[in-house]
């Protein structure tokens, strides 16, 4: 297993990311705008955000301080959340639920009110951050650690929610508290990547070889780079995996078998790793790491049935169709998922990431049910044949700690920048904010898309100001075209790449994008091409039955939209109704259907 020392030669600066590596000679970095930049008005986006902000916001302190006190020998008041947040010493991993990951989502939900906080403003939730980081602050023990079956699983959403509220929040204490808390925390760690069922500590049942130890180094790069100091950089470093990294970054898939999520999200320490230390391996890393999940991926976007992932032309994805109802862990794997491309399209500029981000969005976690106060959490979204939506059996699991963050990120994940002018990723209807070369300027974007074909945007400038818009056009899309002030610009809009459309910009200047929401039919995998989604733009169309539907391909494909979010098919049998993943309630659904 390879350690510290290999990447550390390479001296770039810190602020890669922001000069963009202009100075090596590669294409600068697409930077991402502040998190209060961009305003969504979109219904379904924002009713997310605020639904998982009010049970955060609405969570008692001494309950969410109770694990980390219980653990150091602290008088510890209040009620317990219980499911996995709870601390029980004599918790018997057997029994999967209460006790599982005492206190594991703290830093992710104090990391989700940061981002909250930068969006919109709210003082209740500042208020709230720092009366936390504090309170925590007082429990830092290493009995935490010493009793914990997943240090640094929790040491690494601690960082997470540290380095946000120093960032997002202006938290003055925030890097006291992240020193204190890995001062504490490295002694108990493995100190370098240990995979899953690796023993590492003796004498410890097998529950002790979970820890996530390979998936940290993202976010102390991220704290290296905001600041932090040298040891964060040191430590991105050391807890590389390169034992994983070795075989992608050489084209070659090491997937089979492994943990989906948690894997995945190590790409993302690969992306970090490039952007901070500037080895270009860990780009291929990454790369090759996407193209080996995408062919893996559902027509959803989701990946990883019964949280693996799989070798290359494996018939396991096929499989869970039938035997799984465990398809995609959604609110975690999105959340990585939308790092993960988020990362590849600043530097690529290649509109793929941004169409694939666009499927997971609309085909899974956008369409999850809400987080309860109780600590219910949509988990799994489910592929099967005979899928329904429902809340998993734990009660705050993982997806309830990144369920909030993915909710904050659509809108730092619909716009960026670099000093030519703004890429624009996602149709959501919103506005966003910059200062281009002096001038303030305000975009705003309209429509019903995905459910309509056209989006609408508008400029105000406080000055006409020459820039580039760049648009991305889905590889879906033939037939796209934009106009300018209803003037088509022609050859602009080609399927698979971002259009550049430059000029100088005035108020009132309007652009409006064609995107034909052609529907296409994709199957499983190669070697089952009757197993099939039928998809309509980025949308995949869920078929709605409780029997298994008699249904042709010609059929599919002539589906027709007979309300403003729903589709139906003329089957022999009579017509079958098909949905979005955001209309779906309760009832029976199938995502793929075979076709005679
Ligand atoms: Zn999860």
């Keep these: 297993m390879l350690t510290a020392g290999l990447v550390t030669s390479r001296a770039f600066p810190k602020t890669l990311a922001a000069t963009g590596g202009e100075k090596s000679g590669v294409q600068p970095v697409l930077e991402e705008f502040s998190y209060g930049d961009v305003k969504l008005a979109s219904e379904l986006h924002n009713q997310q955000l605020e639904q998982t902000h009010s049970v955060l916001i609405g969570l008692s302190e001494d309950s969410l301080l109770k694990p980390f006190r219980q653990m150091g020998g602290q008088p510890a008041p209040g009620e317990e959340l219980g499911g996995w947040y709870k601390y029980d010493p004599d918790y018997d991993w057997h029994t ?29 939730t500042r208020d709230k951050i720092l009366r936390l980081n504090r309170l925590y602050a007082e429990t830092i023990s290493a009995d935490f650690y010493d009793k914990n079956r997943f240090p640094t699983y929790c040491y690494d959403k601690l960082v997470c929610g540290l380095i946000d509220s120093h960032q997002l929040a202006g938290d003055p204490d925030a890097y006291r508290i992240l020193e204190h808390t890995t001062n504490t ?6 100190g370098k990547a240990i995979e899953h069922d690796h023993a590492w500590r003796p004498d410890k049942d097998e529950s002790w070889t979970w820890d996530e130890s390979y998936t940290i180094s993202e976010n102390l790069f991220l704290a290296y780079q905001r600041g932090a100091g040298e040891r964060y950089r040191k430590l991105g470093v050391q ?10 970054a050489e084209g070659r898939s090491d997937f089979a078998g492994r943990h989906a999520y948690s894997h995945v999200n190590s790409l993302c320490s690969a992306m970090q790793a490039y952007l901070t230390l500037g080895d270009a391996k860990y780009l291929r890393v990454a790369r090759n790491g996407f193209d080996f999940l995408a062919a893996q991926s559902f027509a959803t976007g989701g990946w990883g049935p019964d949280e693996l992932l799989r070798a290359p032309d494996s018939d396991d994805v096929n499989a869970s169709l039938t035997n799984s109802h465990s398809s995609f862990e959604t609110p975690c794997g999105s959340y990585a998922h939308f790092k993960l491309t988020r990362y590849l399209l600043r530097v690529t500029r290649e509109s793929r990431y941004g169409d694939s981000m666009e499927r997971v969005m609309y085909n899974t976690i956008l369409g999850a049910k809400p987080l309860e106060s109780d600590g219910r959490t949509f988990y799994y979204a489910d592929c099967n044949f005979k899928g329904r ?11 309830s700690g990144t369920m909030p963050q993915v909710a904050a990120d659509y809108g730092i994940s619909s716009y960026f920048r670099n000093a030519r002018g703004v890429y624009v990723n996602l149709y959501i209807p919103s506005s966003v904010q910059w200062t281009q070369d002096g001038p303030r300027i305000s975009l705003t974007q309209k429509s019903t898309y995905p459910f309509d074909s056209l989006v609408q945007f508008e400029m105000t400038a406080s000055k006409p100001s020459k820039f580039a818009l ?3 056009i ?4 033939e037939g796209a075209s934009i106009s300018v002030n209803g003037k088509r610009a022609p050859d602009a809009a080609i399927p698979g790449s971002f259009a550049k459309v430059q000029r100088k910009w005035k108020t009132g200047d309007r652009v409006e994008l064609e995107l034909p929401l052609t529907k296409r039919l994709e199957p499983i995998d190669p070697r089952h091409p009757k197993t099939v989604a039928l998809l309509c733009g980025p949308l995949v169309l869920f078929a709605i039955a409780d029997a298994t539907p008699v249904v042709t391909a010609p059929q599919l494909l002539a589906a027709k939209k007979v309300g403003k979010q729903d589709w139906q098919v003329e089957t022999a049998a009579g017509p079958l109704k098909m949905l979005p993943f955001t209309a779906i309630s309760d009832e029976q659904y199938s995502t793929y259907l075979v076709v005679t």
């Excluded at 807890?239 to 992608?248: A, M, Q, R, T, V």
């Excluded at 998993?392 to 699991?397: I, T």
Aim: glycine letters at 6%.
């Design 96 to 124: 999967f639920d209460a006790g599982f990951a005492p206190a594991a989502s703290f830093g992710q939900w104090v990391s989700a009110l940061a981002r909250y906080y930068a969006i919109t403003g709210d003082r209740e």
């Design 185 to 190: 925390a490295e002694p108990h760690m493995p």
């Design 239 to 248: 807890y590389l995996d390169d034992e994983y990294y070795g075989p992608l």
């Design 389 to 399: 939506k429902v809340y998993s059996n734990h009660r705050w699991p993982c997806c």
């Design 470 to 472: 760049n648009f991305r």
């Design 474 to 477: 889905p590889a879906w899309a």
